[in-house]
Protein backbone atom coordinates (compact mmCIF):
# COMPACT_ATOMS: atom_id res chain seq x y z
CA UNK A 1 0.00 0.00 0.00
CA UNK A 2 1.15 3.33 -1.07
CA UNK A 3 1.77 5.68 1.63
CA UNK A 4 -0.95 8.55 2.33
CA UNK A 5 0.30 11.82 2.33
CA UNK A 6 0.38 13.27 6.35
CA UNK A 7 -1.92 15.79 7.53
CA UNK A 8 0.54 17.80 9.19
CA UNK A 9 0.40 21.86 8.25
CA UNK A 10 2.32 22.98 5.38
CA UNK A 11 4.91 24.53 7.16
CA UNK A 12 6.30 21.70 8.96
CA UNK A 13 5.83 19.35 6.01
CA UNK A 14 8.17 21.64 4.19
CA UNK A 15 10.50 21.11 6.89
CA UNK A 16 10.50 17.49 7.12
CA UNK A 17 11.36 17.50 3.73
CA UNK A 18 14.35 19.70 3.79
CA UNK A 19 15.41 17.48 6.91
CA UNK A 20 15.57 14.64 5.17
CA UNK A 21 16.97 16.05 2.27
CA UNK A 22 19.98 17.37 4.09
CA UNK A 23 20.37 14.43 6.24
CA UNK A 24 19.93 11.66 3.20
CA UNK A 25 20.42 13.36 0.22
CA UNK A 26 23.37 15.66 1.29
CA UNK A 27 21.21 18.64 0.39
CA UNK A 28 22.00 22.22 1.26
CA UNK A 29 19.50 23.36 3.38
CA UNK A 30 19.09 26.69 2.04
CA UNK A 31 18.46 25.09 -1.49
CA UNK A 32 16.17 22.04 -0.15
CA UNK A 33 13.97 24.59 1.33
CA UNK A 34 13.83 26.78 -1.92
CA UNK A 35 12.34 23.76 -3.55
CA UNK A 36 10.06 22.57 -1.17
CA UNK A 37 8.48 25.85 -0.18
CA UNK A 38 7.85 26.98 -3.54
CA UNK A 39 4.13 28.16 -3.47
CA UNK A 40 3.90 28.71 0.47
CA UNK A 41 2.17 31.53 1.48
CA UNK A 42 5.24 33.74 3.09
CA UNK A 43 4.05 33.47 6.81
CA UNK A 44 3.89 29.66 6.14
CA UNK A 45 7.49 30.03 4.55
CA UNK A 46 9.11 31.85 7.13
CA UNK A 47 7.98 29.13 9.53
CA UNK A 48 9.12 26.14 7.52
CA UNK A 49 12.58 28.16 7.27
CA UNK A 50 12.64 28.87 11.09
CA UNK A 51 11.54 24.96 11.36
CA UNK A 52 13.82 23.38 8.96
CA UNK A 53 17.21 25.56 9.63
CA UNK A 54 16.26 25.39 13.76
CA UNK A 55 16.23 21.54 13.63
CA UNK A 56 19.25 21.64 11.29
CA UNK A 57 21.60 23.57 13.47
CA UNK A 58 20.05 21.59 16.75
CA UNK A 59 20.67 18.30 15.10
CA UNK A 60 22.98 17.21 17.88
CA UNK A 61 21.78 18.29 20.52
CA UNK A 62 18.12 17.17 19.43
CA UNK A 63 19.78 13.76 18.71
CA UNK A 64 20.85 13.34 22.48
CA UNK A 65 17.64 14.33 23.83
CA UNK A 66 15.66 11.70 21.31
CA UNK A 67 18.32 8.77 22.64
CA UNK A 68 18.00 9.60 26.14
CA UNK A 69 14.29 9.68 26.15
CA UNK A 70 13.77 7.11 23.85
CA UNK A 71 16.06 4.97 25.08
CA UNK A 72 17.24 4.02 21.36
CA UNK A 73 20.26 4.73 19.04
CA UNK A 74 19.14 7.48 16.44
CA UNK A 75 21.62 5.88 13.77
CA UNK A 76 19.07 2.68 13.94
CA UNK A 77 16.18 4.57 13.54
CA UNK A 78 13.95 4.62 10.11
CA UNK A 79 15.18 7.73 8.50
CA UNK A 80 11.44 9.39 8.28
CA UNK A 81 11.24 8.47 12.23
CA UNK A 82 14.74 10.26 12.67
CA UNK A 83 13.49 13.30 10.79
CA UNK A 84 9.72 13.39 12.03
CA UNK A 85 11.32 12.79 16.04
CA UNK A 86 14.12 15.93 15.14
CA UNK A 87 11.91 18.23 13.95
CA UNK A 88 9.34 17.67 16.96
CA UNK A 89 11.94 17.84 19.06
CA UNK A 90 13.44 21.40 18.44
CA UNK A 91 9.57 22.43 18.59
CA UNK A 92 9.24 21.03 22.07
CA UNK A 93 12.69 21.64 23.41
CA UNK A 94 13.90 25.09 21.59
CA UNK A 95 10.82 27.24 20.80
CA UNK A 96 8.40 29.46 22.39
CA UNK A 97 4.56 29.88 21.36
CA UNK A 98 3.96 26.15 19.67
CA UNK A 99 1.69 24.20 21.52
CA UNK A 100 2.63 20.91 22.96
CA UNK A 101 -0.41 19.40 21.25
CA UNK A 102 0.69 20.65 17.52
CA UNK A 103 4.31 19.51 17.75
CA UNK A 104 3.63 16.11 18.61
CA UNK A 105 0.37 15.21 17.12
CA UNK A 106 1.71 16.74 13.40
CA UNK A 107 5.22 15.05 14.07
CA UNK A 108 3.41 11.85 14.38
CA UNK A 109 1.24 12.38 11.49
CA UNK A 110 4.73 12.73 9.48
CA UNK A 111 5.62 9.15 10.66
CA UNK A 112 1.91 8.22 9.51
CA UNK A 113 2.66 9.59 6.58
CA UNK A 114 5.81 8.12 5.45
CA UNK A 115 3.76 4.64 5.61
CA UNK A 116 5.18 3.45 9.14
CA UNK A 117 2.85 2.88 11.15
CA UNK A 118 4.62 0.60 13.08
CA UNK A 119 6.63 3.16 14.31
CA UNK A 120 3.56 5.47 15.32
CA UNK A 121 3.51 4.28 18.98
CA UNK A 122 7.29 5.04 19.39
CA UNK A 123 7.46 8.32 18.00
CA UNK A 124 4.35 9.47 19.90
CA UNK A 125 5.54 7.92 23.23
CA UNK A 126 9.38 9.52 22.47
CA UNK A 127 7.03 12.88 21.65
CA UNK A 128 5.15 13.04 25.01
CA UNK A 129 8.40 12.56 26.53
CA UNK A 130 9.96 15.17 25.16
CA UNK A 131 6.73 17.35 25.38
CA UNK A 132 7.18 16.91 29.36
CA UNK A 133 10.99 17.34 29.57
CA UNK A 134 12.81 18.46 26.62
CA UNK A 135 13.29 21.75 27.50
CA UNK A 136 14.40 20.99 31.43
CA UNK A 137 16.75 18.20 29.75
CA UNK A 138 18.48 20.91 27.59
CA UNK A 139 19.03 23.81 29.79
CA UNK A 140 20.36 21.03 32.24
CA UNK A 141 23.13 20.08 30.15
CA UNK A 142 26.60 21.49 31.23
CA UNK A 143 28.88 23.57 29.27
CA UNK A 144 32.36 24.06 31.21
CA UNK A 145 33.97 22.21 28.33
CA UNK A 146 34.09 22.49 25.03
CA UNK A 147 33.18 19.07 24.60
CA UNK A 148 30.01 19.34 26.82
CA UNK A 149 29.26 22.93 25.44
CA UNK A 150 29.61 21.31 21.45
CA UNK A 151 26.83 18.73 22.67
CA UNK A 152 24.43 21.64 24.50
CA UNK A 153 24.87 24.19 21.87
CA UNK A 154 25.17 21.73 18.84
CA UNK A 155 28.33 22.21 17.08
CA UNK A 156 31.14 19.06 16.28
CA UNK A 157 33.67 18.98 19.00
CA UNK A 158 36.51 20.19 16.83
CA UNK A 159 34.74 23.69 16.23
CA UNK A 160 34.25 24.30 20.11
CA UNK A 161 38.05 23.37 20.57
CA UNK A 162 39.03 25.96 18.14
CA UNK A 163 36.78 28.74 19.27
CA UNK A 164 38.00 27.59 22.97
CA UNK A 165 41.58 28.21 21.40
CA UNK A 166 40.71 31.45 19.86
CA UNK A 167 38.15 33.20 21.94
CA UNK A 168 38.45 31.38 25.30
CA UNK A 169 35.66 30.05 27.32
CA UNK A 170 33.42 32.73 27.75
CA UNK A 171 33.73 34.15 24.29
CA UNK A 172 33.40 30.29 22.74
CA UNK A 173 30.06 30.14 24.30
CA UNK A 174 28.99 33.38 23.45
CA UNK A 175 29.72 32.91 19.81
CA UNK A 176 27.89 28.97 20.02
CA UNK A 177 24.54 31.51 21.60
CA UNK A 178 24.72 33.79 18.47
CA UNK A 179 25.54 31.43 15.69
CA UNK A 180 22.00 29.44 16.67
CA UNK A 181 19.88 32.87 16.41
CA UNK A 182 18.62 34.16 12.72
CA UNK A 183 21.35 36.52 11.29
CA UNK A 184 20.75 40.28 10.44
CA UNK A 185 19.01 41.00 7.27
CA UNK A 186 21.44 43.27 5.49
CA UNK A 187 21.13 44.73 2.42
CA UNK A 188 23.50 46.68 0.10
CA UNK A 189 21.77 50.07 -1.61
CA UNK A 190 23.20 50.09 -5.25
CA UNK A 191 20.91 53.13 -6.14
CA UNK A 192 17.35 54.38 -5.53
CA UNK A 193 15.42 54.19 -2.41
CA UNK A 194 14.45 51.88 0.25
CA UNK A 195 12.86 50.98 3.27
CA UNK A 196 15.18 50.54 6.21
CA UNK A 197 17.52 51.98 8.51
CA UNK A 198 21.11 52.83 7.22
CA UNK A 199 24.00 51.00 9.09
CA UNK A 200 25.59 53.61 11.01
CA UNK A 201 29.12 52.04 10.70
CA UNK A 202 29.49 50.14 6.71
CA UNK A 203 28.72 52.63 3.99
CA UNK A 204 26.03 51.43 1.83
CA UNK A 205 24.49 49.07 4.48
CA UNK A 206 21.06 49.31 5.30
CA UNK A 207 19.21 47.06 7.80
CA UNK A 208 15.73 45.83 6.34
CA UNK A 209 12.95 43.80 7.74
CA UNK A 210 13.08 41.61 4.53
CA UNK A 211 14.67 42.17 1.59
CA UNK A 212 12.35 43.63 -1.43
CA UNK A 213 11.99 40.91 -4.19
CA UNK A 214 11.48 43.76 -6.65
CA UNK A 215 14.68 45.71 -5.99
CA UNK A 216 16.56 42.92 -6.11
CA UNK A 217 15.21 41.84 -8.93
CA UNK A 218 15.93 45.19 -10.47
CA UNK A 219 19.52 45.38 -9.20
CA UNK A 220 18.78 47.97 -7.18
CA UNK A 221 19.83 46.27 -3.32
CA UNK A 222 21.88 43.21 -3.00
CA UNK A 223 21.87 41.03 0.19
CA UNK A 224 25.14 41.06 1.81
CA UNK A 225 26.51 41.36 5.41
CA UNK A 226 27.43 44.11 7.02
CA UNK A 227 30.91 42.13 7.76
CA UNK A 228 31.14 41.06 3.84
CA UNK A 229 30.66 44.84 2.82
CA UNK A 230 33.39 45.54 5.13
CA UNK A 231 35.45 43.19 2.87
CA UNK A 232 34.51 45.58 -0.04
CA UNK A 233 35.39 48.95 1.63
CA UNK A 234 39.10 47.45 2.75
CA UNK A 235 40.12 46.98 -0.43
CA UNK A 236 40.19 50.42 -1.16
CA UNK A 237 39.96 50.01 -5.30
CA UNK A 238 39.93 53.36 -6.95
CA UNK A 239 38.92 54.88 -10.22
CA UNK A 240 41.92 54.34 -13.05
CA UNK A 241 43.24 51.54 -10.74
CA UNK A 242 43.19 47.72 -12.32
CA UNK A 243 41.87 45.10 -9.38
CA UNK A 244 42.14 41.39 -9.28
CA UNK A 245 39.32 39.28 -7.41
CA UNK A 246 40.50 35.86 -7.33
CA UNK A 247 37.75 34.23 -5.53
CA UNK A 248 34.77 36.30 -6.81
CA UNK A 249 31.56 34.45 -7.17
CA UNK A 250 29.00 35.44 -6.46
CA UNK A 251 30.18 38.88 -7.03
CA UNK A 252 28.68 40.94 -4.10
CA UNK A 253 32.30 42.28 -3.42
CA UNK A 254 33.76 42.19 -6.96
CA UNK A 255 30.75 44.65 -7.61
CA UNK A 256 31.83 46.80 -4.87
CA UNK A 257 35.22 48.02 -6.18
CA UNK A 258 36.10 51.05 -8.44
CA UNK A 259 38.35 51.14 -11.35
CA UNK A 260 38.48 48.45 -14.08
CA UNK A 261 37.81 44.49 -12.47
CA UNK A 262 38.81 41.20 -13.44
CA UNK A 263 36.17 39.00 -11.57
CA UNK A 264 37.98 35.26 -11.22
CA UNK A 265 36.20 31.76 -10.40
CA UNK A 266 37.13 28.44 -10.93
CA UNK A 267 33.70 27.18 -11.83
CA UNK A 268 32.06 27.27 -14.92
CA UNK A 269 28.61 27.92 -13.17
CA UNK A 270 29.68 30.06 -11.03
CA UNK A 271 31.35 32.72 -13.08
CA UNK A 272 28.30 32.77 -15.36
CA UNK A 273 25.62 33.74 -12.42
CA UNK A 274 28.49 36.10 -11.46
CA UNK A 275 28.40 37.48 -14.85
CA UNK A 276 24.51 37.78 -14.43
CA UNK A 277 24.98 39.04 -11.49
CA UNK A 278 27.57 42.12 -12.46
CA UNK A 279 25.30 42.83 -15.39
CA UNK A 280 21.95 43.27 -13.01
CA UNK A 281 24.06 45.83 -10.77
CA UNK A 282 25.11 47.30 -13.49
CA UNK A 283 28.41 47.00 -12.17
CA UNK A 284 29.86 47.63 -16.08
CA UNK A 285 34.14 47.82 -14.79
CA UNK A 286 33.82 44.17 -13.80
CA UNK A 287 34.99 41.31 -16.49
CA UNK A 288 34.60 37.49 -15.19
CA UNK A 289 36.89 34.84 -16.30
CA UNK A 290 36.90 31.47 -15.44
CA UNK A 291 39.79 30.15 -14.27
CA UNK A 292 42.13 28.84 -11.24
CA UNK A 293 43.18 31.00 -9.24
CA UNK A 294 46.33 29.42 -8.63
CA UNK A 295 46.59 28.76 -12.66
CA UNK A 296 45.81 32.84 -13.62
CA UNK A 297 46.03 33.02 -17.88
CA UNK A 298 49.49 34.77 -18.47
CA UNK A 299 47.95 38.08 -19.58
CA UNK A 300 45.83 38.74 -15.83
CA UNK A 301 49.38 40.53 -14.65
CA UNK A 302 50.60 44.05 -13.11
CA UNK A 303 47.74 44.61 -11.06
CA UNK A 304 47.35 48.01 -8.55
CA UNK A 305 45.40 45.57 -5.93
CA UNK A 306 44.26 41.97 -5.51
CA UNK A 307 40.99 40.91 -3.26
CA UNK A 308 41.15 36.94 -2.23
CA UNK A 309 38.13 36.79 -0.56
CA UNK A 310 39.08 32.31 -0.07
CA UNK A 311 37.36 29.25 0.39
CA UNK A 312 37.38 28.40 4.01
CA UNK A 313 35.38 26.42 6.57
CA UNK A 314 33.05 28.84 7.13
CA UNK A 315 32.35 29.51 10.57
CA UNK A 316 31.49 33.19 10.64
CA UNK A 317 28.47 32.50 8.49
CA UNK A 318 27.02 29.29 10.58
CA UNK A 319 23.86 31.28 11.38
CA UNK A 320 22.46 31.26 7.74
CA UNK A 321 23.66 27.99 6.67
CA UNK A 322 22.52 25.89 8.81
CA UNK A 323 23.94 22.57 7.54
CA UNK A 324 27.34 24.33 7.00
CA UNK A 325 28.43 22.83 11.05
CA UNK A 326 28.23 19.46 9.93
CA UNK A 327 29.86 19.92 6.65
CA UNK A 328 32.75 22.29 7.41
CA UNK A 329 36.28 21.85 6.90
CA UNK A 330 39.56 24.39 7.29
CA UNK A 331 41.17 24.88 4.15
CA UNK A 332 44.64 26.41 5.00
CA UNK A 333 46.80 24.79 2.08
CA UNK A 334 44.73 26.11 -0.60
CA UNK A 335 44.23 29.98 1.39
CA UNK A 336 47.85 30.30 1.24
CA UNK A 337 48.07 29.14 -2.89
CA UNK A 338 45.15 31.15 -3.49
CA UNK A 339 46.81 34.49 -1.55
CA UNK A 340 50.71 34.03 -2.85
CA UNK A 341 49.03 33.67 -6.23
CA UNK A 342 47.07 36.74 -6.29
CA UNK A 343 50.29 38.25 -4.80
CA UNK A 344 51.89 37.29 -7.65
CA UNK A 345 50.08 38.81 -10.31
CA UNK A 346 49.80 42.70 -7.92
CA UNK A 347 52.66 45.30 -8.88
CA UNK A 348 55.17 45.85 -6.33
CA UNK A 349 54.05 47.82 -4.13
CA UNK A 350 50.46 47.02 -4.67
CA UNK A 351 48.25 45.11 -2.19
CA UNK A 352 46.43 42.34 -1.36
CA UNK A 353 43.04 41.78 1.04
CA UNK A 354 42.59 38.45 2.34
CA UNK A 355 39.56 37.61 3.93
CA UNK A 356 37.63 34.49 5.11
CA UNK A 357 34.32 33.96 6.21
CA UNK A 358 35.72 31.95 9.64
CA UNK A 359 36.74 32.86 12.61
CA UNK A 360 39.72 30.36 12.95
CA UNK A 361 43.44 31.43 13.44
CA UNK A 362 44.75 28.51 11.29
CA UNK A 363 42.73 29.95 8.34
CA UNK A 364 43.39 33.82 8.90
CA UNK A 365 46.29 35.12 10.44
CA UNK A 366 48.87 31.96 10.18
CA UNK A 367 48.11 31.93 6.90
CA UNK A 368 49.02 35.40 6.68
CA UNK A 369 52.30 34.32 8.78
CA UNK A 370 53.02 32.23 6.39
CA UNK A 371 52.51 34.10 3.39
CA UNK A 372 55.39 36.63 4.42
CA UNK A 373 54.04 39.51 3.11
CA UNK A 374 53.65 42.70 5.46
CA UNK A 375 50.25 43.51 7.24
CA UNK A 376 49.14 47.16 6.38
CA UNK A 377 47.57 48.22 9.74
CA UNK A 378 43.60 47.96 9.57
CA UNK A 379 42.78 48.82 13.41
CA UNK A 380 43.10 52.36 13.26
CA UNK A 381 40.82 52.65 10.11
CA UNK A 382 38.08 50.49 11.62
CA UNK A 383 39.14 50.18 15.23
CA UNK A 384 35.28 48.92 16.03
CA UNK A 385 36.37 45.76 13.89
CA UNK A 386 39.82 45.53 15.57
CA UNK A 387 41.13 42.33 16.08
CA UNK A 388 41.40 41.80 19.98
CA UNK A 389 44.78 40.15 20.13
CA UNK A 390 46.10 41.21 16.40
CA UNK A 391 45.04 44.87 16.11
CA UNK A 392 46.62 44.96 12.32
CA UNK A 393 43.84 42.68 11.65
CA UNK A 394 40.26 43.59 11.09
CA UNK A 395 37.47 40.64 12.74
CA UNK A 396 33.73 41.18 12.42
CA UNK A 397 32.56 38.64 15.53
CA UNK A 398 28.90 37.70 15.56
CA UNK A 399 28.23 37.83 19.17
CA UNK A 400 30.17 40.83 19.58
CA UNK A 401 28.95 42.96 15.98
CA UNK A 402 26.14 41.16 15.37
CA UNK A 403 26.90 40.54 11.58
CA UNK A 404 29.06 37.47 10.08
CA UNK A 405 32.24 36.53 10.99
CA UNK A 406 34.94 37.73 8.85
CA UNK A 407 38.51 37.75 8.99
CA UNK A 408 40.73 40.64 6.87
CA UNK A 409 43.71 41.52 6.18
CA UNK A 410 45.56 44.24 3.72
CA UNK A 411 48.67 42.82 3.02
CA UNK A 412 51.50 44.93 0.74
CA UNK A 413 53.39 43.35 -1.91
CA UNK A 414 56.88 44.43 -1.29
CA UNK A 415 58.83 46.67 -4.03
CA UNK A 416 61.87 44.78 -3.98
CA UNK A 417 61.68 40.87 -5.25
CA UNK A 418 62.19 38.29 -2.23
CA UNK A 419 62.28 40.94 0.17
CA UNK A 420 59.12 39.95 2.18
CA UNK A 421 58.93 39.45 5.88
CA UNK A 422 59.64 36.16 7.25
CA UNK A 423 57.09 34.22 8.30
Known amino acids: MAPRPPVAAPARRVAFEVLRRVFEDEAYADRALRTAAAGLEPREHGLAQRLAFGAVQRTRTLDHLIETLGRRPVRKLDPPVRAALRLGAYQLAFLDGVPRYAAVNESVELVRGAGLERAVPFANAVLRR ?57 VRLIRGKIGGVPDSEIPGAWRVERVNE ?95 DAPC ?27 LAAAARVKPGGTVVYSVCTINADESERVVEASGLEPEPLGAEWPQFAHERRPEFLQTLPHVHHTSGFFIARLRVPVTPGARRRP
Open 130 to 186: LAEGGRAAVESLPEGTSVEAALKHSYPDWIAETWWRDLGAEGARALMRAQNEPPETI
Open 214 to 308: EALADGRIWPQSRGSQLVGHVVGSQAGERTLDLCAAPGGKATMLAGDVVAVDANAGRARELEEIAHRLRAKNVRVVCADGRALPADLTDFDRALV
Open 313 to 339: SGLGVLDGRPDLRWRSEPLPELQLELL
